[in-house]
């Protein structure tokens, strides 16, 4: 399943010219106590490691990408379009959605200001989501920007180092008691209600965030986008547009998040390499809950785990030990035209080799007998028999394996 995940991330992100990077997973801590804020820092995986250092498997991947980028960002043309598939870990307590190890599909793009990154980034987001067989009817894009929250919470008076603690409780507004959040927003000087006055009024939506919306209109995916403005995400170094991909429903979390982040490089850099970024990711577990509860995006799985989630495509059944020398050669030829191919490496009885041939899922059975060189084929889905010249069989056989296969879900 995993696979099918990480196929269908690598296919969109290609088709929008990202180039595939890997990060570390073991880290210094400090990189992420010095940029994450938030929950983040107490569901670090930290420890001493034997040389005395203080080291965390990363939470998630943005922190590395934003060190490696300031380190060697100049061998590259800007922007650079970045993304990774990896494994994070958090120390929380595992629920729906959430595992304490997960993989994230991450894609950045880094060294480019203008609203038009951060369009292109979200297309990728909605394109993603379509290619696992969702359509618009099955989620939405829900865009916000930091930028109005900052100016509101400074027409509020709220000084510069509790931003983050206030940005916080906005973050909490649909998981967090009424009464709560009242008690909690009292102590920065305001009501509920004027934050809730202020995330219904449209007209706090900022300019990039209109400039976005049109360029994905242009695009023919204007449809999938809301003005959300009770979006800020959950980490501190986002500085502008943020957005969540969530089900229409709103039944879970958030299928993937990001936005732009665009002081944290040179934070890490101490100052050294000053480069915009926006970015999102996508977990695994989320987005496989999504997919088993959505009849058509879990019949496309089903269709692609049962293809390729198989032990081989073509099984070979050896009646007779005098033919094995036979069965080998046309094996091999088989896999070496690309095929995947499977064999009994020693004498069975023809009724346990179809077992074998059905247990790891095969297509087609092809049968050395008798009448070698005329062989025949099964078509184990829908128990139909061929025969075929041996000399014509891998010509056959990658003819009827590109063919679409009807009986797959029966």
């Known amino acids: 399943m995993r696979n099918y995940l990480f196929e269908t991330w690598r296919t969109v992100a290609r088709r929008y010219g990202c180039v ?3 990060s570390p ?9 010095k940029k994450s804020g938030g929950e983040l820092s107490s569901q670090l995986f930290r420890f001493e490691d034997q ?4 080291v965390t ?8 990408l934003a060190r490696i980028v300031a380190a060697e960002q100049r061998q590259y043309p800007k922007p650079l379009k970045w993304f990774e598939i990896g494994q994070c870990f958090r120390y929380e307590k595992p629920q729906k959605g959430r595992g304490r190890e997960f993989y994230q599909f991450n894609v950045d793009i880094l060294g480019e200001a203008g609203p038009g990154a951060d369009a292109e980034l979200i297309a990728l987001a909605i394109e993603t989501m379509l290619a696992f067989g969702f359509t618009a009817a099955d989620f939405l894009v829900r865009v916000s920007d930091r930028n109005a929250w900052l100016k509101f919470a400074e027409e509020k008076g709220i000084e510069a180092e509790k931003m983050a603690a206030f940005l916080g409780l906005v973050d909490k507004l649909e998981r967090e008691k009424p009464e709560v959040l009242a008690e909690k927003l009292a102590g920065f000087g305001m009501t509920l209600e004027e934050v809730e006055a202020f995330v219904s009024n449209p007209e706090n939506a900022s300019d990039t965030y209109d400039l976005i919306r049109a360029d994905l209109e242009a695009r023919g995916f204007g449809d999938f986008l809301e003005l959300d403005l009770s979006i800020v995400r ?7 547009v943020v957005f969540e991909i969530h089900d229409a429903r709103k039944s879970m979390r958030a299928v993937a998040g990001g936005g732009r982040y665009d002081t944290l490089i040179n934070i890490i850099s101490d100052g050294a390499v000053d480069l915009p970024a926006t ?3 996508m977990g695994d577990y989320v987005i496989r809950n999504l997919i088993e509860e959505t009849t058509h995006a879990a019949m496309q799985m089903e269709v692609w785990l049962q293809r390729n989630g198989a032990g081989c495509e073509v099984y070979v059944v050896i009646p007779d030990e005098v033919r094995r020398g036979d069965a080998l050669r046309l094996a091999t030829r088989l896999r070496q035209a690309g095929l995947s191919v499977d064999l009994p490496l020693s004498h069975a009885k023809v009724a346990k080799q179809f077992q074998a041939a059905e247990k790891c899922r095969a297509r087609f059975a092809v049968i050395i007998g008798e009448e070698y060189p005329l062989v025949k084929i099964k078509v184990l889905a829908s128990r139909t028999e061929e025969s075929c010249d041996a000399s014509m ?5 990658l003819r009827r394996i590109s063919e679409p296969d009807g009986p797959l879900l029966a």
């Open 234 to 240: 959950g980490l501190a170094y986002y500085t502008g």
């Open 393 to 397: 069989l891998v010509e056959w056989m």
């Open 20 to 22: 595939e990077y890997e």
């Open 51 to 54: 040389g005395g250092r203080d």
């Open 57 to 64: 498997l990363r939470p998630e991947v943005t922190a590395s």
């Open 25 to 33: 997973i073991l880290e210094d801590t400090g990189l992420y106590l």
């Open 279 to 281: 970015g999102f990711a």
